[in-house]
């Protein structure tokens, strides 16, 4: 990191004196740091067999801290606590009284711990209280905590990155685990915590940022996977800055891809650029020919849509599906989707993965997955957009579709017709998928 980050002295009214105005350059942050003495210290071990210092805030003040911020006019509703860079792993224990007591008050604020060139912020309102109480079996959290945790994993511990056919993958560096669990003092209560956040990591090698992004390690199936993220360049480095689903080894990396079928083809830097990022693929796995302007199928669009959502697969959620092959990795894709309500199958219970997909059927898809992952598609101005198409009584949803068009994620074939039983090429498909990821990123 550089030394542009800062500190100040407390001064405003109503500021705890351990609670000093942050910023980062690196990360582009700003918010109020807690002192480091807000926290008591013992000794522990890591995960991954570390002895390390434990850091265990202060309750009372981590509450008047909150209270503070969340009471504080303006946007800086971010407190963070740092761990000195020269620990060999970030371990923290955050009261859970003091959250839950802001969160039941409705005020807004997150959390974010912070270790050498990474930043992992929680928002509290989406720490997941309820299902903390359950699963610590108590409805009192005056004896309950957040353990945090951050610890860079070696690359020769994790599952090997693509370099196969026309797509290789390299790391920048180790990736870090994220892991945060709640326990129960005095006890040997403790369980994993399903916590969703937003993740920054901070390199000073200087990379592309079309081809960079987050990769997330899955080090029970050894498949390394594209995180929705993306890479900013601040200073003299870049920043990294991704969404966290649970407990996950993740770090940035570089892609390179190379097709022999795209040189002089209109789609070739959007084809390129989610390649590089584990999102698209080509048919067969050695290939080095991505076939551009052959139609895409059903099952190859729930695929890529899914990649690029950073979801997991589901093989449960794809036995719905009698046509869909149990226990493959597409299956499990197809689940994820079907889950995530991105895809409904036809009436008759079938999925027809290896139907080519109709133009209507990717708008729907599409807007679904931005419906999911949170986008506000609300200011919709209705169908009136899709009148200029001589074609559009033959669209079945036309609301859906109309919102489609109206965020520019699909355009009509001409600038009169719209061809919704016409069928998309993987080309078409990669420029669209792409669109809908600027939007969400």
Known sequence: ??????????GSSGQPSYLSFWSSN??????????LNTAQTSVDRS???????????????????????????????????????????????????????????????SLAIRYGDVLYELPIEKIPFTDISRLVSTNSFASVSLTIRMESVPKVQLPALSSNGAITISALGDPVEVYINANVAGTTTSAEVAHKGKIYIYTTKQVPASTASLIKYDMGSGV????PSKASTRGAGVVFTGVVGGNTVIGPAVGYSYFDDINKHWAKNEIAELASKLIVEPRSKNSTKFEPDKNITRAEFAVFIVKGLGLDGDESSARRFPDVVPGSATGAYIGAAAKAGIINGNSDGTFKPNSNITREQMALMMVRAMEYSGYDLSNSSGTQI???????????NKVTVAKAVQEGIIQGMTQTTFQPQGYATRGQAVVMLKRVLDKLN
């Open 47 to 109: 995960r991954y067999g570390q002895m390390i210092t434990k850091y265990t805030l202060d309750s009372a003040k981590l509450k008047e801290s909150l209270g503070f911020i969340g009471s504080t006019p303006g946007t800086q509703k971010l407190l963070v606590f740092e761990v000195p860079s020269t620990e060999k792993a970030a371990e923290v224990a955050v009261p859970l009284n003091p959250l839950m007591d802001l969160y039941s008050s409705g005020k807004i604020a």
């Open 224 to 227: 390394a996977a594209y995180t």
């Open 1 to 10: 990191m550089t030394e542009a980050d800062t500190t100040t002295t407390p």
């Open 386 to 396: 899709l009148v200029k198409f001589k074609d559009g009584a033959k669209i079945q």
């Open 26 to 35: 690196d990360f582009g942050l700003s918010g109020y740091g807690l002192a």
